[in-house]
């Protein structure tokens, strides 16, 4: 992809002052495990795993995941070039790629890096919405890869300023506490429909924004 002298100057800077900004906000805030009856944060599950979660909780994610070398795929645009650099500062890898725009490569490339150990992320709403309806590439990476499950998980601040984009994106405030939930996990034996684990997902999907706006509402 060919980029403008500007939008070239763009990418020189704005990668690395949007991971500044992350890491020196996300330093100050607070973050909880809030899991399902039974269900195991997934970061305490061993292994390679394929996880969801919702575009607008994107900025708080990068901040509690970085540094893990998780597999993130990433729309190939401006914007998802931006992204995409940045969050390479904070120690994931990013996959570029869309429903719409290299995704086919880009699906074979997150079956690799599942192969070779690393967790993969996708938000599943991304990368221009619906906003909160899960698109079907999570289910064809699980589906590729044989994975055992689907997971999902959600972040949320007590404390936020909300943009007004597609996502209604959302910015932590300043030494905010963040909850992260974790559904149930979707179980794969191999013998659902593709419909059947897109259904599962967005019932999970739904069931940690849940859990977040009850851990809001607690306090």
């Given at each position: 992809?060919?980029?403008?002298?500007?939008?070239?100057?763009?990418?020189?800077?704005?990668?690395?002052?949007?991971?500044?900004?992350?890491?020196?906000?996300?330093?100050?805030?607070?973050?909880?495990?809030?899991?399902?009856?039974?269900?195991?944060?997934?970061?305490?599950?061993?292994?390679?795993?394929?996880?969801?979660?919702?575009?607008?909780?994107?900025?708080?994610?990068?901040?509690?995941?970085?540094?893990?070398?998780?597999?993130?795929?990433?729309?190939?645009?401006?914007?998802?070039?931006?992204?995409?650099?940045?969050?390479?500062?904070?120690?994931?890898?990013?996959?570029?790629?869309?429903?719409?725009?290299?995704?086919?490569?880009?699906?074979?490339?997150?079956?690799?890096?599942?192969?070779?150990?690393?967790?993969?992320?996708?938000?599943?709403?991304?990368?221009?919405?619906?906003?909160?309806?899960?698109?079907?590439?999570?289910?064809?990476?699980?589906?590729?890869?044989?994975?055992?499950?689907?997971g999902a998980f959600y972040a949320?601040?007590?404390?936020?300023?909300?943009?007004?984009?597609?996502?209604?994106?959302?910015?932590?405030?300043?030494?905010?506490?963040?909850?992260?939930?974790?559904?149930?996990?979707?179980?794969?034996?191999?013998?659902?429909?593709?419909?059947?684990?897109?259904?599962?997902?967005?019932?999970?999907?739904?069931?940690?924004?849940?859990?977040?706006?009850?851990?809001?509402?607690?306090?």
């Amino acid at each position: 992809m060919s980029y403008s002298r500007s939008q070239r100057v763009v990418l020189a800077v704005a990668p690395f002052v949007a991971a500044w900004v992350i890491r020196a906000l996300g330093a100050t805030l607070r973050y909880e495990d809030v899991a399902a009856p039974g269900v195991p944060p997934g970061g305490t599950i061993p292994g390679a795993k394929v996880y969801a979660f919702w575009h607008r909780s994107l900025l708080a994610c990068a901040y509690y995941f970085r540094g893990q070398k998780i597999a993130i795929l990433i729309s190939r645009s401006f914007d998802g070039e931006i992204i995409a650099r940045t969050v390479e500062r904070l120690g994931f890898i990013a996959i570029r790629g869309s429903s719409t725009r290299g995704g086919s490569t880009a699906l074979r490339q997150m079956v690799e890096h599942f192969k070779n150990g690393h967790q993969c992320a996708i938000t599943a709403d991304g990368p221009k919405g619906p906003p909160m309806i899960a698109k079907p590439g999570i289910v064809q990476v699980a589906e590729l890869v044989d994975a055992s499950y689907i997971g999902a998980f959600y972040a949320l601040p007590k404390r936020a300023w909300v943009l007004k984009t597609w996502d209604s994106f959302v910015i932590p405030k300043p030494f905010s506490r963040v909850a992260l939930t974790w559904p149930p996990l979707v179980m794969r034996s191999g013998e659902e429909t593709l419909e059947e684990l897109q259904v599962g997902v967005q019932a999970a999907m739904d069931e940690a924004v849940r859990l977040a706006e009850a851990w809001k509402a607690a306090d």
